[in-house]
């Protein structure tokens, strides 16, 4: 709701702007002033003659239509124009009808593709007011493209459809891509500002100003995503600038004042929500009502301009906050009587005033008009039924979290009350359906998956007491693995499958430069390069995709749960974890079954488990400790069971079950365990690489000369690694890379050729940009030779397994699991289906004894898990009763992904069978000769 006011603040730029085009419709001939229809268009317009506007479109269309030589563009802007009355009037379905016609006429000349450009911003507006939020921020994007084509494009639509996509991403959640279309907003603004404020300078002089606009949506962006102390000083920050604005002598009331007291209302509505209710403070209560009333009094008493009815619904809000209850019913019901069936706030307005009878107590009315609420969420045109059952989810994000918020707050109102509980089992499905339907589906982000989490709980702990017996644990995380997890299935299979399309070849090397280069501005803080080279990987990865178009059948498959069961041995469990605020889901799917327990978890236990684990790092490993987190993370564990493979969630994506204990005794000296990000990495389709050779490794000799025992994450001689690196190179058909000249290009130019990648060396690890932690080519200081995260995921790599020889290589520093914050999610993401990472700072020597163990069980066939499990199991048997007993030590190595065998030795077993049989028979037949020429 409040992302489509600040949308009509982007159109009224637009509109109000509309005059200064009134220019391009005015033509010379032969020294008469030939005035086209397209001239009286616009004085129609700004005169607000809209139905006589459109009237007088339809009649000139079809004119222009009939002449022997067509004016294509002289049509468009007509349709242009007509589109702008149909818009003003609100007939936003009119609208686009119009803007597609007006979009056929643009050719494909400089003008042309302006027009197009403007036309696209236009339909990007009429399309939000119809809740489809894909084809706006397509359409915005479609504006981009165009008006960046042209030699000389209409800054001022350009500046608008880079915010409008900032204030889109925003509303999301997507924060880190608004905050860079916000900046490439502001960009092009200060390096076109001359041009920019002559375009934007009305007829009776007045001049709309972007450096308050641009401000208004900084404050946006902070409205929607801030939650610490340091979001509250930005924020105050920034509305100290605007008031440093608003007291300038050219602050025009009528014109920028809708900007300054939308961002007082948007600072208000942050300081009453920003927390939970429990958290909120009294001084956050005084800060809401101090900015969201001056706010009003400037609306209501000094003829400034702002939607009143939002801002007094963020009013009621706070007056809810500070129990005026009576104040905020007598204010709700004010604004919800003037609204129309379809205005969009009506859903959002009904259910805040459903929450005042709820906390009034009064079930009753509640529940009638939280019924109203979700009925304008419905979009079926069959009505919906008072128990639910037949709900049809909207296109709206929005009414994702409406819909959680009215089952949450029955559920806090009246816990106990039988029919609430009914219904409110039904709003958690209801909120997982209004989900799936409505999401940003081009990138699954943080407070996505905040929500999912809080569906998912819902769903889970309502079915705990019998409801939603419909919904079988396998249909629930179906449905959360392909939402959560879809793109980074789809990126995988893209880059596994396409290594066959030379014509890639070039587009790679183009997407790795250009990751490479934002690396280095990240590492330089050069935010403005940055934007600018982001801008560039965009255009080639759309680039990338028009130049295959049957790249989209590779992304078509979805996961399935029961596929994935079915590919499963007897021996094998799966252990996927969700971590809930205060609970966790453990789900255990074997070959015969899926289950899922829901238990209680603590922030007393959340800290033992980070306790645990940095013990762990310390050489603090206790027994009793481990035993007390199995007990806590652990389900019953059938006898058979050999092969344990976890999916771990925010907090467990740092823990080694390895060393968790039953009975005293450690999982690894029962278990081979393995690890998988996804669940459809746990046996992923693929097709076989073609591979020059079996093993490439990489093992820089760093300068230093410091041979102590070190860990692979400093820029230290690492022995170890070179003596790891020497012995495995003979258990394999291998080229070894090493020595001071080894160089990152020699990686880049040969990984694809192999089927086993292995990188001995040193790891520096960027905890505040992950993308600039990097694999050290080099000494530490010889930063322009190191393969940075960030540039990984512009490779495509054939192998079937790498091994990460090296410190915080498996490390999700966001605990989200949803961005590439490991190198051993960016090897995933390059198309390897299995990684062997670590979870800290493992130290050079220990990693050379594990390392090659492992290796030598690869080679004897063994999988990739067990082969692992028996390499620690060994050091730890070797080294039982002295310090390197420590897990630190054994332990931090874990494998991700695919388990499959690397070395065949069922074929080897035929080959020697057939072998030895051939050898029998023809040893028993030179027996059988040589006995008949002897006998007598």
């Not at 268009?41 to 006589?52: F, I, N, P, R, W």
């Not at 587009?507 to 990240?522: D, F, S, V």
């Not at 992923?684 to 102590?708: C, D, F, M, T, V």
């Amino acid at each position: 709701m409040n992302f489509k006011l600040t949308l009509l603040l982007v159109v009224l730029i637009n509109c109000s702007v509309s005059a200064v085009t009134i220019k391009s419709s005015l033509k010379f001939q032969q020294d008469t002033l030939v005035i086209k229809p397209s001239y009286k268009a616009s004085q129609l317009l700004e005169s607000g003659k809209k139905e006589e506007l459109i009237a007088f479109c339809k009649t000139e269309i079809p004119k222009l239509l009939k002449v022997p030589v067509i004016d294509s563009l002289e049509i468009a802007e007509l349709y242009k124009y007509q589109n702008k009355a149909h818009y003003q009037l609100e007939e936003y379905l009119e609208s686009l009808k119009v803007l597609d016609k007006a979009i056929k006429f643009c050719n494909d000349t400089e003008a042309g593709r302006l027009l197009k450009g403007q036309l696209y911003s236009d339909k990007a507006s009429a399309y939000n007011y119809t809740e489809k939020d894909k084809a706006t921020f397509n359409s915005t994007l479609n504006a981009i493209k165009y008006l960046r084509s042209v030699k000389k494009p209409d800054y001022d639509y350009l500046i608008t459809s880079y915010r409008y996509l900032s204030e889109q991403c925003a509303y999301h959640g997507n924060f880190d891509d608004a905050k860079q279309y916000l900046r490439q907003a502001e960009a092009l603004y200060r390096n076109n500002k001359k041009e920019v404020d002559v375009a934007v300078t009305r007829p009776d002089g007045y001049r709309f100003k972007y450096d308050i606009i641009l401000l208004y949506s900084k404050i946006y962006q902070l409205y929607q995503y801030g939650k610490t102390v340091e979001d509250s000083i930005e924020i105050e920050k920034s509305i100290d600038k605007f008031e440093v604005l608003h007291k300038m002598p050219d602050f025009h009331k009528e014109h920028d004042g809708v900007y300054y007291t939308t961002a007082l209302n948007h600072i208000g509505d942050w300081y009453a929500s920003h927390k939970p209710e429990a958290e909120t403070a009294i001084q956050d209560l005084e800060k809401a009502h101090y900015y969201i009333d001056k706010s009003l009094d400037l609306i209501e008493n000094k003829d400034y301009k702002g939607s009143a009815s939002t801002f007094k619904y963020n009013k009621v809000k706070a007056l809810v906050l500070s129990n005026e209850l009576d104040k905020a019913e007598a204010l709700m019901s004010g604004l919800i009587k003037p609204l129309s069936e379809t205005d969009g706030r009506k859903p959002f307005f009904l259910a805040q005033k459903g929450l005042i009878k709820a906390k009034q107590k009064q079930k009753d009315s509640a529940l009638a008009i939280f019924y109203k609420a979700v009925e304008k969420v419905h979009s079926d045109s069959i009505k919906l039924t008072q128990d639910f059952k037949n709900f049809k989810p909207s296109l709206t994000y929005g009414h994702t979290k409406l819909l959680l918020r009215i089952a949450e707050e029955l559920r806090k109102y009246f816990p106990k009350d039988k029919h609430v509980k009914k219904l409110v089992a039904r709003l958690y499905p209801m909120a997982f359906l209004q989900f799936e339907n409505s999401y940003d589906k081009r990138k699954f982000n943080k407070t996505q998956k905040t929500y999912l989490k809080q569906i998912v709980q819902g769903v889970l702990q309502t079915k705990k007491l019998g409801y939603n017996k419909d919904l079988s644990p396998t249909n629930i995380l179906n449905r959360y693995e392909n939402i959560q997890n879809l793109l980074a299935w789809q990126k995988f299979k893209e880059n596994r499958q396409i290594n066959s399309f030379p014509v890639l070849d070039s587009l790679q090397l183009r997407t790795y430069r250009l990751r490479g280069l934002i690396a280095g501005a990240k590492a330089e803080q050069a935010v403005s390069v940055e934007d600018s080279l982001q801008i560039l990987l965009s255009q080639t990865e759309k680039f990338t995709k028009e130049t295959i178009p049957n790249l989209s059948l590779f992304n078509t498959s979805s996961f399935k749960i029961e596929d994935l069961r079915k590919q499963l041995k007897p021996n094998q469990l799966i252990l996927k974890y969700i971590v809930f605020e205060d609970q966790i889901a453990i789900y255990s799917i074997s070959q015969n079954a899926i289950k899922v327990d829901l238990k209680p978890l603590s922030k007393s236990d959340g800290n033992s488990i980070n306790t645990f684990i940095n013990n762990i790092k310390t050489q603090k490993f206790n027994i009793e400790e481990a035993n007390e987190i199995a007990n806590l993370l652990l389900p019953n564990i059938e006898d058979n069971i050999e092969h344990i493979i976890i999916n771990p969630d925010a907090v467990l994506n740092k823990l080694a079950f390895e060393i968790l204990s039953k009975n005293n005794q450690l999982l690894t000296q029962t278990y081979s365990i393995s690890y998988t990000s996804n669940l459809v990495f746990v046996m992923p389709k693929i097709n076989k690489g073609q591979y020059s050779n079996e093993l490439a490794i990489y093992a820089p000799e760093y300068s230093n000369s410091n041979r102590e025992l070190s860990v692979r994450s400093q820029s230290t001689f690492l022995e170890g690694a070179q003596k790891e690196s020497e012995l495995i190179s003979q258990l394999f058909k291998s080229n070894l890379y090493n020595g001071k000249d080894l160089k990152k290009q020699d990686f880049i130019k040969t990984a694809s050729k192999y089927k086993v990648l292995h990188l001995a060396m040193h790891t520096m690890i960027n905890e505040k940009e992950s993308g600039i932690s990097r694999l050290l080519f080099g000494d530490e200081t010889s930063q322009n030779d190191d393969l940075y995260l960030e540039e990984l995921y512009g490779l495509r790599l054939n192998a079937d397994l790498a091994v990460l020889s090296a410190c915080n290589t498996g490390v999700d520093n966001s605990e989200s699991n949803v961005s590439f914050e490991s190198f051993q999610r960016a090897f995933t993401f390059a198309g390897v289906p299995a990684t062997v990472a670590s979870l800290w700072e493992v130290p050079d020597k220990s990693t050379k004894e594990i390392m090659v163990s492992f290796y030598k069980n690869l080679k004897d066939g063994q999988t990739k898990s067990l082969a692992l499990s028996n390499a620690k199991n060994d050091y730890k048997n070797k080294h039982t009763n002295t310090k390197l007993e420590q897990p630190y030590y054994w332990a931090g190595f874990v494998l991700y992904g695919e388990d499959k065998a690397i070395v065949n030795t069922t074929s080897n077993i035929v080959y020697y069978v057939l072998l030895a049989s051939i050898i029998l028979i023809f040893s028993a037949a030179l027996f059988k000769i040589k006995r008949e020429k002897t006998a007598p």
